[in-house]
């Protein structure tokens, strides 16, 4: 897998021509490789601790209703020191979906690298293990399924909008619909995550598995169901085991990106 991180970093150089002016410089390649291999086996991954990002630009500590005072936001994992200064420097690593304004990101010079870079980030999440989440997968609060679903949807919508988007750059918009979390209409998430919480309220060995389904959930989330349920699982609970197993089948199987696409047109 040493591969997929060379060619990243190669990749993202060809990319990055707007980096000039960070405030502050990198470590050499080799440096920046050994921090992707510690953030793949750190529990944490990318983030340093969980925060609340209100609407209004207040960051705050973890509890809730934090920000209803300021006219309320989202709770994810706050960056390590490390990923702000690469994100400084061009290469656009551990995207938080909940966070991003479709408008502001598409005024930004540096919005198609970006999207370029974020596409790539998505394809090594799948093809390497979880990548820089690999372990972050399981750190409870790192990420919300329903904000990130939401967040990578209003970015699609924001680019179809755009007819260049649809005429010139269709290749990129196609891999951006097939990457980015999106959902899809009727998907059934909700019950999805609650069906999870039920079954790790009885069964408490459960939980690391329900955190994984909560903050990261993906396809290959219904394998690792079906085996716990053979090996660890209680009787009683089988049939919701299964049930889960199948919903999570249901919302990530593999689709035609055509037709995504074609619906993402029609709502706007």
Known sequence: MKAFVAAFF???TLLSPFAAGAKAPLP???TLRAWVQEMKKSPRGPFKRLRWFCNDGTILPPKKYACREHGGGVQHGEWTDRIKLMRDN??????????INSETFLKDPAHLPMLKQMILEKFLIVADDGWIFRKARYYRGSLQTEDETRGGRNLLLGLVKDADWVQRRFTVLREAARFLPHGYRDAPISEMRQLALTIAEIDKNFETLRVKIHVHPELSDAVMVRAYAEKSGISELFSQYEHLAKIIEEVYRPRDIGPAVETLLKQI
Do not use: H, P, S
């Open 90 to 99: 061009g290469y656009y690593i551990a995207n938080v979906y909940a966070d």
């Open 28 to 30: 050499d390649d080799t």
């Open 10 to 12: 190669f990749f993202v």
